[in-house]
């Protein structure tokens, strides 16, 4: 692991004084090198893997905890790992639970690993398995409708709404708490290292939080479907783009809606349950009436009101947008889809899962 680590630290310099992070101009560079310092092929491929890319490039040093493996050089044996290091090929017993097991047991075959060390002494292997995903039925299934937003992080067109009341809260938490250390990390007498500690730690807790939160809201919605059904989002790049809220706070919050990452998040979770995911145009969502599909900026009364100044319907922001996404997706007009009563889940854990089923 060592070896890996300055194998990675031998092809950064080399790109650093080429200014090259393309990885197969960087190959060429720095694969003699690496094969020189005893790393296999493999091994030397993924060094170059991790130092040419969009990461590498801002990477200071590689520190050594951790070392990548394919396909060749890592296996499964029952319930032990093999791996081809540079000290031969080593069989380590996997410790697992019922969980792993049976995650295990679906898969498919192995893509590979990453062979890290915990910072309590411990070996932990995240292994990167191939898993069958259902084929979705055909036919017949509902579309469902998402709309993603600040004041409700999610809205379906089914009437469910999670609240984004504590992702907010404990986000702006974080924000105040970092503009604390903030300032004392920019006073030179007070930048010790408890405090430089402090904020990496600080750094670490938000993003474990948001992405823990990201998981779960897309299994809640996920969960809430049955195979063969659709799920219609909106086709962002981003919803930075979009903004037209004023003052930091609220800019701070706006910038921190992962789409993307949701998105796939959800993409995956769908993919394993056998429900379809599609994209649709976003424009106008919020502005169009469900109803007579009147188009206008003022039929957005305010943030949580819609009333059409055509028809006089009358329903909240959120789930019209999530209606009209449903619509775009192919989903039945309004007089099927009736309006839906609106059922707010403040909290993404305490409500049984059964109530989501609509
Ligand atoms: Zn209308």
Redesign the pocket.
């Known amino acids: 692991m060592h070896l890996f680590a300055e194998g990675c630290n031998h092809a950064l310099r080399v790109a650093r004084e080429r200014g090259e992070f393309r990885r197969f101009k960087l190959h060429r560079l720095v694969c003699r090198d690496l094969r020189a310092m005893g790393l296999s092929a493999n091994l030397a491929v993924q060094a170059i893997a991790r130092v040419g890319c969009k990461k590498g490039s801002r990477a200071k040093l590689y520190q050594p905890t951790s070392c990548a493996f394919d396909q060749r050089t890592l296996s499964l044996r029952g319930e032990a790992v093999s791996l081809t290091t540079v000290a031969g090929r080593l069989v380590i017993p996997m410790k697992l639970g019922n969980c792993q097991r049976g995650v295990l047991a679906r898969a498919r075959s192995v893509q590979g690993g990453a062979l890290t060390k915990g910072p309590k002494g411990k070996w932990y292997i995240h292994l990167a398995l191939r898993v069958e995903a259902p084929e979705p039925p055909t036919g017949g299934g509902k579309v469902v409708g998402v709309h993603l937003g600040q004041k409700a992080l999610a809205t379906l067109s089914n009437g469910v709404q999670f609240s984004g009341g504590p992702l907010k809260g404990k986000r702006l938490h974080f924000l105040k708490k970092r503009a604390e250390v903030r300032s004392k990390l920019d006073r030179p007498s007070e930048r010790t290292k408890g405090v430089k500690r402090l904020w990496a730690r600080l750094r670490g807790r938000e993003a474990r939080f948001v992405s823990h939160t990201l998981h779960t809201l897309a299994r809640r919605i996920v969960d809430g479907l049955e195979p063969g059904d659709t799920l219609a989002i909106e086709e962002l790049t981003g919803l930075r783009g979009r903004t037209t809220k004023r003052g930091s706070t609220e800019r701070h919050l706006h910038h921190l809606w992962p789409y993307a990452r949701f998105r796939s998040l959800l993409e995956y979770k769908a993919a394993l349950r056998g429900v379809r995911v599609v994209a649709v145009d976003p424009r106008h969502t919020s502005q169009q ?1 469900p ?2 599909g ?1 188009t206008a900026r003022e039929n957005r009364k305010s943030q949580a009101l819609f009333r ?1 100044t ?2 006089g ?1 009358q329903h909240n922001a959120d789930w019209v947008a999530a209606a009209n996404i449903a619509q775009r997706a192919g989903s039945m007009g309004m007089g099927r889809c009736k309006p839906a009563r609106i059922l707010r889940v403040s909290s993404l854990h305490r409500l049984p899962l059964e109530s989501l089923r609509l």
Do not use: V
């Open positions: 009436c109803r007579c009147h059409c055509a028809c319907f």
